[in-house]
């Protein structure tokens, strides 16, 4: 296995023009604002995208999804399970520390604590060791072909500052307890973290020893998180910000006819589904009394057939999203493009008819747990398909909250029936969305599973995906696993949705199929 660039065939990055004139201040907007500083503490998409402009790994992602070297020169093999990763000399922390392999080591560690989320995404990692000062060894659990994909989610931490500051362990946002590494950063990344207030806004300025060359030309960054689509839009067209990340879709039409910005569009690697708590035997917010009705597949058939995703397309999302037949999007690596068809049509009698059947002629009663800035027209979304459930007898309860409230539910299983979104990243492959959310819930696995969805069937085929190294076998084994929780109604997918970026004219600022913003690519007049 030697050095190696893993490219996923994604959609081309677009850019937004070029530009050449003098470095400035970039400032930008987004619907929510970053979780936790802690690069362990949360594995929310927006936070890992944002930290990834301070903190850095072994490898990154560039703006075609293609893996390339970062804190590490290069990699080969030393046996199936071993790989061996030769890190890059002369890189410096913020704080001025050297980064060794002493750095990586302890690392890996503080990855294992208890308040680390990152650790679900790192699953096919059994150990990292020192062997020299710039050299490491990782090792597998069994042959695993996407080491260097699962690996993005491995961010380097310098040791002398977490032991410095009593953060030898990860933040543990789920128990509220917090450490310094929660509000302050010490990366390798390309930016250094200036000030912070959260909800409010975050500075960012250029890291000028950074180890790689430069092709931003931004002295500072403002990121403001601004909720109301409404004053996201004003800020941009009144020039208090350069771009935003979250474009209302209504609002399309009027900034590309204001001349001064641009917007493109594309589908992301984003799925929007609905999951349902299935491992209870009674569930937490409901009417239902002594049993657990998602556990009936008639009862999971019947909310599937009651929800019309075409107009939710239409009515809702403006005819921009892709209605998915499946929780990953085809373009997602392995993906079996084949099964992304409905498995059941949009039938409100035949859903009646299914719920009569499991023993609910009239119905039931039951909350639902709903982002209301995490994703494109969340909230809408949710209560599009309150009023569809409804119409077949189903009276839902919403809890429809802050980003940051939801996906604490979504960690703590406080819920009951829920939305959830996965792109299947950091690794962009749809292995890690499988294992993610229907892979039954461990140390290792189903870290978004938050239904606690659990077939044995589905576990057994997980392993065999992760060490297949023949790529035809292995998405013959991803599309078994795909139409093993397809039948059983696990989840509802609803679509893939858009990604919508704005800016300025003049800015430089590159979409990306994952949807997220490298900073070390923006260039600004």
Known sequence: MKKQLVALGLALAVTFGSTGLQAKTFTWTASADVLSLDPYATNNSFTNAFMNNIYEGLVRFNEKVEIEPALAESWSSVSPT???????????????????????????????????????????????????????????????????????SFNIMSKAWCEANNAKEASDLQQKKENFANRNTNGTGPFVLKSREVDIKTLLAANATWWDKPKHNLTEIAFTPIQSDATRTSSLLSGTIDATVNVPLQDVARINSSGAFNVVQGPELRTIFLGMDQARDELLYSDVKGKNPFKDIRVRKAFYQAIDVEAIKRSVMRGVSWPAGMVMAPQLNGAPKNLNTRLLPFDAEASKKLLAEAGYPNGFTVAMQCPNNRYVYDEQICLAIISMLGRVGIKITPQIEPAAKWNVRLNTQDLSFYMIGHAGLPMADSFALLADVAGTRSKTLGGLNSGGYSNAAFDAVLPKIASELDSTKRTALMAEATSIIRNDVAYIPLHQQPITWAARKGVDMKQSPDNQLRLWLVTAP
Do not use: C, Y
């Open 82 to 152: 071993v790989w061996r990763f030769k890190l890059r000399r002369n890189v410096k922390f913020h704080g001025g520390e050297a980064m060794t392999a002493d750095d990586v080591a302890f690392s890996w560690q503080r990855v294992q604590s208890a308040g680390s989320i990152a650790k679900l995404n790192l699953g096919n990692v059994k150990d990292i060791r020192k062997v020299d000062a710039f050299t490491v060894d990782v090792e597998t659990r069994a042959p695993f072909p996407l080491l260097l994909n699962e690996m993005l």
